[in-house]
Structure formats: C-alpha cells, structure tokens
C-alpha cells in the first residue's frame, strides 16, 4: 500500500515521532507506515488521517 504520510508530515512540519505521538503508536510504527511495509487497522488510518488534518484516502493508496 502506498501513503503519502511523509508529504503531509513535510507540510504540517512533522518529525515522524512528532505524529507518533499524535496517534499514540511507536515511531517505527510511522516509518513501516510511510515504507508501505505495515496495513494500518482501519482505526490506525483514522488517526493518522485526522492527525494529518486530511481523509483516509487522501492519506493512503488502496
């Protein structure tokens, strides 16, 4: 799966442990996220989409 998280983190100024954070996972959560190697929960894509200030599938590429 595709994401386009590290072009929304670079708009917000979002370092990947900032939006850690956010959404209450580890950083190397983010990264596997942002490398298309990890699915998210459809609950996950929900935070990372609304700490991203954007919808799920403007986030992420099904």
């Known amino acids: 799966m595709k994401t ?3 072009e929304f983190r670079a708009r917000y100024d979002l370092t990947q442990e900032d939006l ?3 959404v209450g996972v580890r ?3 983010i990264v596997f996220l942002e ?3 990890y699915n ?3 609950q996950l ?3 990372v989409a609304k700490a991203l200030k954007a919808k799920i ?3 992420f590429v099904f």
């Open 4 to 6: 386009r998280i590290k």
């Open 57 to 59: 599938d403007e986030v």
């Open 35 to 37: 490398k298309g190697k």
């Open 27 to 29: 950083r190397e959560t």
């Open 45 to 47: 894509a929900h935070d």
């Open 40 to 42: 998210p929960s459809l």
């Open 20 to 22: 850690a954070r956010k």
